[in-house]
């Protein structure tokens, strides 16, 4: 068996959820190649060739391939995949922009959001919001698999580095979509997929304006920011700091929700956090079914009085 790990990057750093990625792979077997597809991104390769447990890592240069749109990277992976049995990528939007389309041009089915590895040809995937489990065994040539990298631990990178293989694709599908412009908001805080905090905020902050409280808390604990679909679609919070089925789904050491009753939608994206503080008035919230610390009370009062305990202990009153 021969696997295919697509590599996730921004064209500055390899993004964390390939390691993640990279040892899913390797428990289906150790024959394991790497392909980093842009324009000009020697440094991410080198990274990338650091993974342990890799075979090659096959460094596709185009000027098509510089901003990961999904047409001609599916095209080149499609390509590629022919002679690998199995290709994963992370369940993260830029593995779910991509796959299906590559699915769709090998004409096989595809696995999604995987969360464990029974055999080459069977696998476990969350149903229903996270409140059932299936298990899927699939009988394709080619399995092309999107890993939820929550579920698997990183890969190790090490001292040695794997061969690197150069290809200059030959693509087609060049003019189906073109890149326009990339809008980002720069931030010192960390990555929300790979914080190892979070502070999560919910439709009872009740405005923008308020929602600055859940700023503040992340901030003194160094934490990636979170909120509910409520908060988001309300307009408290931007739509890329949504955690739930239709967000983001994280794993931190600490996920603080601040006023987030715990929907169904909203529990799918966090509740393998390895401790949850929920911070509610209401007591009968389902938050708190979940939570490994809850406190009911009034936000606007409680939070404060916690920000103030940090500056204490960190000799800042």
Do not use: W
């Not at 993640?20 to 324009?39: C, E, F, M, P």
């Not at 090998?106 to 055999?119: C, F, K, R, T």
């Not at 293989?165 to 908001?185: G, N, W, Y």
């Not at 990555?191 to 304006?209: P, Q």
């Amino acid at each position: 068996m021969n696997i295919l790990v697509i590599a996730e990057h921004d064209n500055r750093i390899l993004k964390p959820s390939t390691l993640n990625t990279a040892a899913a792979a390797q428990k289906i077997s150790a024959n394991v190649d790497l392909l980093v597809a842009g324009s000009k991104i020697d440094s991410i390769v080198q990274a990338a060739a650091s993974i342990e447990g890799l075979e090659r890592v096959l460094y596709a240069d185009h000027s098509a391939l510089g901003q990961n749109l999904a047409e001609p990277l599916a095209e080149l992976i499609a390509t590629l995949g022919k002679g690998y049995t199995h290709i994963l990528a992370p369940a993260s939007a830029f593995g779910k922009n991509c796959l299906p389309r590559v699915a769709a041009l090998l004409n096989v089915g595809q696995l999604s959001d995987i969360i464990a590895i029974e055999s080459p040809d069977t696998f476990i995937r969350p149903i229903y919001a996270g409140n059932a489990l299936a298990t899927i065994k699939s009988s394709d040539p080619i399995k092309v698999i999107t890993i939820r990298t929550t579920a698997f631990s990183s890969a190790q990178k090490g001292n040695k580095t794997a061969p690197i293989e150069k290809i200059s694709p030959s693509l087609s599908i060049t003019e189906l979509s073109s890149f326009v412009e990339r809008i980002e908001i720069p931030s010192e805080r960390p990555e929300l997929t790979t914080a190892k905090v979070v502070v999560s905020g919910g439709r009872a902050l009740g405005s923008k304006e308020n929602f600055a409280l859940v700023e503040q808390l992340a901030d003194k604990l160094k934490a990636a920011i979170g909120a509910s679909r409520a908060a988001v679609d309300a307009g408290f919070a931007p739509n890329d700091y949504q955690v739930g089925q239709t967000g983001k789904v994280v794993a931190p050491d600490l996920y603080i929700a601040l006023g987030i009753s715990g929907a169904i939608q909203h529990l799918a994206g966090m509740k393998d956090s390895k401790v949850i503080v929920a911070i509610n008035k209401d007591e009968e919230a389902p938050i708190f079914q979940v939570a490994d610390y809850g406190l009911v009370g009034d936000i606007f009062e409680l939070v404060p009085q916690l920000i103030n305990a940090l500056d204490i202990a960190k000799g800042n009153p």
